[in-house]
């Protein structure tokens, strides 16, 4: 019940393109659904989160896509860049205090 | 302001060996968790401190790891008899209450990344 799935493991996208990472979780508990991104020897970055109470978040090209009902959220960056290319990890938590658990991660490459 | 900092960078032990990796979290906050994160995977939980006590030590994954964080700030993660399979990297973050909507955030450290030969 702690785990959460994340797809595609690798994704490869255009420059300009739409970039799409799935995630799925099973505890109902989970209230805090962060995204991070990490370039290799770099610890991880926030990059958005969201909270059950809303369908959609959108900072800039990242956007985050809840769906309570289904236990699933993605991110999706709009008009990827080369710069994107990194590992992106979903995460959730109980809240404040609490350990994220993290998916396994997704390797996006951009093309240029 | 400064970052979650973490030292060494690297380390590289032998089998058997003991060895201490430190994390510096942000000024002012309260809550420090270690996570280990092995290649090509996500984080996982190690630790979790709020102020000077252990709030969660679920995620250890022996009596061979142990942490402190004896004034409330900087910790020590510290691995007795090293082996092999302890190799990966060991990240810190830490978080605070107070900061209007980012309560739950978690900002990690650069890592450590530990080699056990």
């Known amino acids: 019940q702690q785990q959460v799935k994340q797809s595609p493991q690798s994704l490869i996208v255009q420059k300009g393109g739409i970039s799409i990472i799935n995630c799925a979780y099973e505890n109902t508990a989970f209230d805090y659904f962060p995204w991070y991104q990490q370039f290799p020897g770099k610890g991880p970055a926030l990059l958005i989160a969201i909270r059950p109470d809303v369908s959609e978040k959108k900072e800039g090209r990242f956007t985050i896509s809840f769906n309570k009902s289904a236990k699933q959220f993605s991110l999706h960056i709009m008009d990827s860049q080369p710069g994107d290319s990194a590992t992106y990890f979903c995460?959730?938590?109980?809240?404040?205090?609490?350990?994220?658990?993290f998916g396994p991660g997704t390797r996006l490459s951009v093309l240029p | 302001g400064a970052g979650v900092s973490q030292t060494p960078s690297n380390k590289v032990t032998e089998k058997g060996k003991y060895v201490e990796l430190r994390c510096d979290p942000i000024s002012g906050h309260t809550a420090l968790y270690w996570y280990r994160q092995s290649l090509g995977q996500g984080p996982e939980f190690l630790i979790y401190f709020q102020g000077t006590g252990a709030a969660d030590d679920s995620g250890l994954p022996n009596d061979r790891f142990f942490a402190v964080r004896p004034e409330g700030s900087v910790s020590t993660l510290k691995i007795q008899r090293t082996e092999r399979g302890d190799s990966a990297v060991y990240l810190c973050?830490?978080?605070?209450?107070?900061?209007?909507?980012?309560?739950?955030?978690?900002?990690f450290g650069p890592g450590t990344r530990l080699t056990v030969l």
């Open positions: 995460a959730a938590s109980k809240g404040y205090g609490q350990n994220f658990v």
């Open positions: 973050a830490s978080s605070s209450p107070g900061l209007a909507g980012s309560t739950d955030t978690q900002y």
